[in-house]
């Protein structure tokens, strides 16, 4: 059970058996990666004789850890039931997504606010993806690693930030949902997801 032990160190123990069981069931390849600022997890279809292939940062909160788990292993299921013919979140990776999270909903692995915003996110159709904020903002809550980062939706209009590889920015007005920034370094528009990871300008 050498599987089982090391999942229980990312994701909240009594979860680490079954999710074992789904890699062995579905013949997957799991790595647990290092940080991307891009995504929290991925999934890999099969292709070129390499199976099922997951992987999910190894930098989340172990609450957060086992949503993107379930998020990425419901792409494979959509994969195995409907191949590319389907959108990557739509219907049918949401009703998957929502049968793989109730095993953990009967275990009540979940805190009551995460919880309640993983049923709020399955409920509603206009949420595409795990980038849902209000369920990100609940499973932020219980990231251990606190720094001198603020999330960027926590910034009056027009203040100066600055983001991990030292470009500066100018906050500008929320778009839908997300924030047009004017890089201080080369004068480009770039679009920020609200609680993207940000520091003060001195």
């Avoid at 949902?177 to 679009?191: E, M, Q, S, V």
Wanted: hydrophobic letters at 35%; aromatic letters at 12%; one cysteine or more.
């Amino acid at each position: 059970m050498e599987k089982v032990k090391v999942l229980a160190q990312y994701m909240p123990e009594p979860a680490a058996p079954l999710i074992a069981k789904w890699i062995d069931y579905f013949q997957c390849e799991f790595k647990i990666s290092k940080t991307r600022s891009t995504k929290l997890g991925d999934y890999r279809h099969p292709y070129q004789g390499k199976g099922h292939r997951i992987s999910v940062n190894f930098n989340l909160n172990h609450y957060a850890f086992l949503v993107t788990t379930v998020h990425e292993f419901a792409h494979l299921l959509t994969w195995n039931d409907f191949k590319n013919k389907v959108k990557p979140h739509g219907t049918e990776w949401k009703k998957n997504f929502q049968r793989m999270m109730i095993p953990f909903f009967d275990m009540n692995i979940f805190p009551a606010d995460i919880h309640k915003a993983i049923d709020n996110y399955m409920s509603n159709p206009a949420a595409s993806s795990c980038s849902d904020l209000h369920l990100s903002r609940a499973l932020k809550k219980y990231d251990s690693n606190k720094t001198e980062t603020l999330h960027l939706e926590q910034l009056p209009i027009n203040t100066t930030f600055k983001i991990k590889d030292g470009r500066r920015f100018t906050k500008g007005e929320r778009i839908r949902k997300r924030y047009r920034c004017i890089c201080l370094d080369d004068k480009r528009l770039y679009l920020f997801n609200p609680l993207a990871e940000v520091f003060v300008a001195e």
